[in-house]
Every structure is written in C-alpha cells, then in structure tokens.
C-alpha cells in the first residue's frame, strides 16, 4: 500500500468481475465512487473487462482472469500491482458470489489485514446453484462488510458476519427521457401499450412472466438488455412463440426507457435488491414486481406494485379509471423512492462506515 504524501488524495480502488452501463453491480458501484470522490478519494477501477458504454470517474485496470467463469486463475502479478497502490479497496460483489473462484481466493488474500470493505450484493446461499459453496464471503478482522438489503445482513450474522446495511442510492431528479423520439427508433405507434423490462435476459428475471403480462394487456413487449448464462436459446423460443409484438434493443441513456414506456415489468423471482422498482418510481411510471423475497423488504415501506397475476387492474390503471388515485400513487412511490434510496444517504452510509473504521481521508 502506498504512503500518501501531505497534500495527496487516498486511492480507493473499486474492484469487480466487470463493470458495465447497465448492469445492478455496475449502477451501485458508480454511486460509491462518485461518493467517495465527494469525501476525498481518488477512484480507481479494477476488473476482468470493462464492457462498452462503462462510465465511471478514474483509472480502469484490466486484469486477466478477472472475469465471470474465467478459464483460468487471475494474473496474480497484475492483480498485486493494480491493488498495491490502493489505500481502500472496495471489492464488488467478487467476494460473494461465486463466478470466478480462484479471483475470489486472490482478492481476499491480497487483502488479508488491509483497509478492505466487501460490498455483497449476492451470497452464495441466495442462489440454488451456487448453495454447496461455503468458503464465501471471506473474512477478516480488519475488513468491513457491507449489504444492500437486511435479509442479507441478518443471514450473515446468523453465518457470524457482522455487517451493515446500505441500500442502493439513486438520483432523486433524475433527466427527462424523450418518449416521442425513443418510441419513433422503436417503431412504436402513439396509442400502442409499450411494456419495458429493463433488465439483462437470464433465468431469474422470468422473461416469461413479463411476456405474459403484456400479453394479457394487449401490450408490445420491450426487452433491453442482452441475454447471459446461456440463456440465449430460451430467450429466442419465448420470443418467437409470444402472442404479442416484441422488441429486442437497448437504449441509452435509462431515462429513455422510463418515458417512452408506459408500464415496467420486473417479475423476478430473485434480487439482491432490484433497481427498476425504484427508477420507475423516479420516473413516475407503474410497475409489475415479482414476489422474491427482498421485495417485501421493500414493500414494506410503503410502495404500491403491481402483481402479474392482475392483469385487468393493471389494464385499469393504464387506462384512467380512477386518475387521482393514479395520481397519488405514482406520487407516493416517487416520494419513497427519494426519502429511502437517495445518493445522499449512501454517502452519509459509507461515511459513518469509514469513520468509524478510521478509514476516512
């Protein structure tokens, strides 16, 4: 680790099995750069690849078997270098989940008895295939642990992890998207219910479920991210036999998805957290979300969500029986949204964090 010289910024240095423009881990960890930036940090990037379309504020550095199922262990010299330097290291995700093993070991080894905190976001035990894996998260006695919702952080400390809770943070204002124009690349028609499921294609996301949301309302289905986990064949099938209009395409920027949509769909049957919930609600837009667990987490302060299981309430909001009570809801969640997830509480979050480690700059 390096000394810092009076004068100099400490390096916090953000490190992943990617970083890309739309995925959850992604989204989150700009937010912490950008916090930490805001408390005096410089921010570094470190990761297996860095996909088209990554913004974040720093230094990017790609390390050879870094990435997701890597055939082969990380480059342990590159990896030492790209993390010597750093006086904070903050480790996405690649401590939880078990995608890249040998990454896993190296990072927490490096680490061992250094200003660490492991940002979990999936543990191994939330996800079926992965549930025989034990050896994740690591620990250490210098490190901290941080989780993006309490379930995670009560089945920690029953596992004898201490951790803290910081939710994701998201813009309270966020820009105005351009309906008119995004509808008009899309080929979509004025009068047309455009449903918008702002996710990557993978099993959990339950494509399936969306898709049949919108066809029960008679909607033109929108999928914007790309399909992973070999997920590819399934997703062409749902597709080609789905009852309604489809459309495969990414745009950005996010804010475009939000306004030329008229519904959003996340049906998923399991999240860390889950991202769209909350942007909708930024955005003013009606969502259909699915009953994984940490759903009701978030239920339970107040949100109103759609269920897939209702089409004809969700054909009656769309449709403006009862436009007050449209009204105050898309009102209501908004107003959730900014009290519970803003930027603001990450950064006073991950502040108290720090200082109480004794890790601020």
């Given amino acids: 680790m390096r000394s810092v010289s009076m004068g100099a ?10 970083f890309g423009p739309t995925d959850g881990v992604s989204v989150v960890a700009r937010t912490w750069g950008d916090a930490l930036t805001g408390m005096g940090f410089e921010v570094a990037w470190v990761a297996g690849s860095f996909e ?16 997701i199922a890597g055939t ?4 342990a010299g590159a990896l030492s270098d790209a993390l010597d330097d750093a006086d904070l290291v903050i480790v996405e995700n690649l401590c939880s989940l078990p995608l890249n093993l040998p990454a896993s070991r190296l990072v927490a080894d490096l680490r061992s008895g250094l200003p660490t905190i492991l940002h979990h976001h999936d543990p191994p035990w939330q996800r079926p295939q992965f549930a025989e894996v034990t050896e994740l998260p690591p620990d250490d006695p210098t490190w901290r642990h941080v989780t993006i ?6 089945q920690m400390a029953e596992r004898g992890i201490t951790a803290t809770t910081i939710y994701n943070g998201f813009t309270s204002t ?3 998207g351009n309906r008119e124009a995004t509808r008009s690349r899309l080929g979509v028609a004025d009068d047309t219910i455009l449903v918008a ?4 294609a993978i099993p959990r996301k339950a494509v399936d479920r969306a898709i049949g ?13 790309p399909a992973e986990d070999g997920f590819g064949p399934d997703l062409a099938r749902l597709m080609a036999t789905a009852r309604c209009p489809v459309i495969h395409a990414g745009v950005q920027p996010v804010e475009d998805v939000y306004a ?19 942007e909708a609600a930024l955005h003013r837009r009606p969502v259909v979300v699915g009953d994984y667990p940490v759903s009701g987490e978030l239920r339970d302060m107040g949100f109103s969500w759609f269920t897939a299981d209702k089409p004809d309430e969700i054909l009656a909001w769309l449709h403006g029986n009862n436009a007050e009570a449209s009204r105050k809801m898309l009102e209501t969640n908004r107003r959730l949204a900014i009290d519970n997830f803003s930027l603001e509480m990450v950064a006073d979050g991950l502040k108290v964090l720090l200082d109480g480690a004794g890790w601020l700059p």
């Fill in 149 to 154: 919702n309490d379930l995670t952080r009560n």
């Fill in 174 to 176: 966020p820009p105005p």
């Fill in 260 to 278: 030329a949509s008229d519904l959003v769909v996340f049906p998923s049957t399991w999240e860390g957290f889950g991202n769209p919930p909350v």
């Fill in 9 to 18: 910024m400490p390096l916090a240095t953000i490190v992943s099995f990617r």
């Fill in 197 to 200: 499921h702002p996710v990557r």
């Fill in 52 to 67: 088209p379309g990554w913004e974040g504020e720093g230094q990017t550095r790609t390390v050879p078997g870094m990435g």
């Fill in 72 to 75: 082969g262990p990380p480059d």
């Fill in 213 to 225: 949301v919108t066809e029960a309302i008679g909607g033109t289905y929108w999928l914007t991210g």
